[in-house]
T-cell receptor, first 112, second 115 residues
Framework: DQQVKQNSPSLSVQEGRISILNCDYT??????FLWYKKYPAEGPTFLIS?????DKNEDGRFTVFLNKSAKHLSLHIVPSQPGDSAVYFC???????????FGAGTQVVVTP | EAQVTQNPRYLITVTGKKLTVTCSQN?????MSWYRQDPGLGLRQIYY???????DKGDVPEGYKVSRKEKRNFPLILESPSPNQTSLYFC??????????????FGPGTRLLVL
């Protein structure tokens, strides 16, 4: 049973607009969350992360929000650019050396 | 250049024919892991290794073996491949474990088809 869920398999957004990607989790023991970005024929690359002691983390155009009570996190990309077109994976862990649990991914397409 | 390399990148094989996918990193990382990516399921961890001779199962270890005899190499072994192991495989390494997402590097992937 998947503990990390990304219910939107795809998202289309216009260049310059905001992209909002959502992720829900079921395991309350998760205490660290990460977003990865993946282009075709390449491995995933780390994008941004957030600890469960925070509710927001920002890095340039990327902001991750965490709502622990709702077991929900979101990734905001503002403004969206064509180079942001990729698959985005949400992931969560419970300890430093343990298993990364990934969501199924959301394909983002940024149109001109 | 810091990198994780995987070989082969593409492989077509038949059921039951043993195969090995190699993974090598040049960053002196302690932590290495293997994932498989399947449509609708994302990436699922197969095995991970915290250091030489230290390995542990991930979420989907059945049908796979690993070894970590040297720090830089972490091969994935399919003793008797079956069609349900057709997938896209990624190797990853990091210095400090999965919590340090910034320093986790993924290889380019190996696409395996088992007939």
């Amino acid at each position: 049973d998947q503990q990390v869920k990304q219910n939107s398999p795809s998202l289309s957004v216009q260049e310059g607009r905001i992209s909002i990607l959502n992720c829900d989790y079921t395991n309350s023991m998760f205490d660290y969350f990460l977003w990865y970005k993946k282009y075709p024929a390449e491995g995933p690359t780390f994008l941004i992360s957030i600890s469960s002691i925070k509710d927001k983390n920002e890095d340039g155009r990327f902001t991750v929000f965490l709502n622990k009570s709702a077991k929900h996190l979101s990734l905001h990309i503002v403004p969206s650019q064509p180079g942001d077109s990729a698959v985005y994976f949400c992931a969560a862990i419970t300890d430093s050396w343990g298993k990364l649990q990934f969501g199924a991914g959301t394909q983002v397409v940024v149109t001109p | 250049e810091a990198q994780v390399t995987q070989n082969p990148r593409y492989l077509i094989t038949v059921t039951g024919k043993k195969l090995t996918v190699t993974c090598s990193q040049n960053m002196n990382h302690e932590y290495m892991s293997w994932y498989r990516q399947d449509p609708g399921l994302g990436l699922r961890q197969i095995y991970y290794s915290m250091n030489v001779e230290v390995t542990d199962k991930g979420d989907v270890p059945e049908g796979y073996k690993v070894s970590r005899k040297e720090k830089r190499n972490f091969p994935l072994i399919l003793e008797s491949p079956s069609p349900n192991q057709t997938s896209l495989y990624f190797c990853a390494s990091s210095k400090e474990g999965t919590r340090s997402g910034k320093t986790q590097y993924f290889g380019p992937g190996t696409r395996l088809l088992v007939l």
